[in-house]
């Protein structure tokens, strides 16, 4: 019996640009697509499906092979638009590869997107046996898993309510319960786990280190390096839809985090890689003293720091209801700091169509290190400007305590003052 669990040969994915991009292969998406073919070969020559250098079209995913056994635990990472999605999707036979084949061993349950897999007119119970049944189980190994799936998921009070009415949150904890507890052998996970709370993502990876243990094969999509370090002894780095690195879990995370540096020192007016409908465009950033001065970098651990984001407006009038966001991230990519003017009740009313925003961090609490910035920008609700990895700063050594010591570099990320005392028991 051979070992493989998953085998992909030249798998690829093409879609066309400023088409509506099917969002599961269903067929009456096959004939919808068919009958507007008829009248695109008669204008524009026979359609080719392996035509891959049209300028109407896309390479989602392009020539990726590779095998896993069974028992293998394997994280797949890289940037946004590199393929990861789409690579998950055709594993879990969503979508249909334009090229190439893709072979899957056992029983799969995956976890791609909120409420994956579920009926929203079925209750949580209904759709606990749905995907079971889906899966091949019996009814009598789906009873002697349910209690447990309910308990995980924290929705005992809502299990006979139909889904539709769960929020985003509970759609997920549902379905990682259904998707983790009946019994796959290959789960696939995607970064849906962002979804959930802090508690709840970590009792996710808690249960998906389990299965692991248990000799099952995991694929896991994170831009959590730490997760992906701590669960993971392999990877794949995937960039532009292309395989760039499979290899151990932390030479692929080095490899990775290099090119999110080079990729952050790029001009912010230059960056591409961004969503939005660009009503706000951040053009540029630079690091400013407690003066308002430009500050060459880099920062001292302690110091008063603001961040100063140029931007513009294709719009020429001000800007209504805009709110901004700033992520730091450490090392691995892990969140740190979250700033905004929502937590600091600090949403902008109204702001000119070009214009300057500047974040004040007092004391920056941050251990001497590297670190990285994502930026998230929306006006009236909408997503305005979103780009990851923005940009990064170094922080040096500095007396933040006045003591002359900072604790550990490797024991810690924060610096936060505090004091001792002792008190004699009487």
Not at 118 to 137: P, Q, S, V
Request: hydrophobic share 40%.
């Amino acid at each position: 019996m051979s070992n493989i669990a998953i085998r992909a040969d030249q798998l690829s994915k093409q879609y066309k640009i400023g088409l509506a991009k099917p969002r599961h292969d269903t067929l009456r998406d096959q004939l919808t697509e068919g009958f507007i073919s008829v009248f695109r070969s008669n204008s524009h020559g026979t359609a080719n499906r392996q035509s891959s250098d049209s300028s109407d079209t896309i390479w989602a995913l392009k020539d990726i092979s590779f095998e896993i056994k069974h028992g293998e635990v394997v994280g797949v990472i890289g940037r946004n638009g590199a393929g990861k999605s789409t690579l998950l999707k055709i594993l879990s036979r969503i979508t249909d590869p334009t090229m190439g084949r893709a072979e899957i061993y056992g029983r799969v349950g995956s976890l791609l997107e909120v409420g994956t897999g579920f009926h929203g007119e079925l209750t949580g119970r209904e759709n606990i046996y749905l995907n079971g049944a889906i899966l091949g189980m019996k009814k009598r190994e789906i009873d002697k898993q349910f209690d447990e799936i309910v308990a995980f998921s924290e929705v005992e009070q809502f299990i006979d309510t139909p889904v539709k009415r769960y929020s985003s949150g509970m759609q997920v904890r549902l379905a990682f319960a259904v998707a983790a507890h009946l019994e796959p052998e290959v789960l696939i996970v995607d970064e849906v786990l962002a979804v959930g709370d802090a508690a709840f993502q970590k009792k996710c990876l808690g249960k998906m280190d389990d299965v692991a243990k248990k000799g099952r094969t995991v694929l896991f999509v994170s831009h959590n390096m730490l997760a992906v370090k701590h669960l993971c002894g392999r990877a794949l780095l995937l960039a532009a839809g292309r395989s760039v690195v499979d290899d151990g879990s932390e030479v692929v995370i080095g490899r990775y985090l290099d090119n999110i540096s080079a990729h952050s020192s790029t001009a912010l007016s230059e960056r591409t890689d961004r969503e939005g409908d660009q009503r706000i465009k951040f053009l540029d950033y630079k690091l400013l003293d407690r003066c308002g001065n430009e500050k060459a970098a880099p920062i001292v651990a302690g110091q008063d720091v603001k961040i100063a984001f140029l931007y513009e407006s294709k719009a020429r009038q001000p800007l209504r209801s805009v709110h901004v966001a700033l992520g730091i991230n450490g090392k691995y990519e892990e969140r740190l700091i979250h700033l905004s003017t929502n937590v600091s009740d600090q949403d902008f009313a109204e702001i000119p169509s070009k214009g300057v925003i500047i974040c004040h961090i007092p004391r920056l609490p941050l251990q001497p290190g590297k670190y990285t910035f994502n930026l998230y920008s929306t006006v009236s609700g909408e997503i305005s400007d979103w780009i990851q990895d923005a940009g990064g700063f170094d922080v040096i050594y500095g007396d933040f305590f006045g003591s002359g010591r900072l604790p550990p570099e490797d024991g810690s990320s924060f610096l936060a003052q505090h004091s001792w005392e002792v008190r004699p028991l009487f």
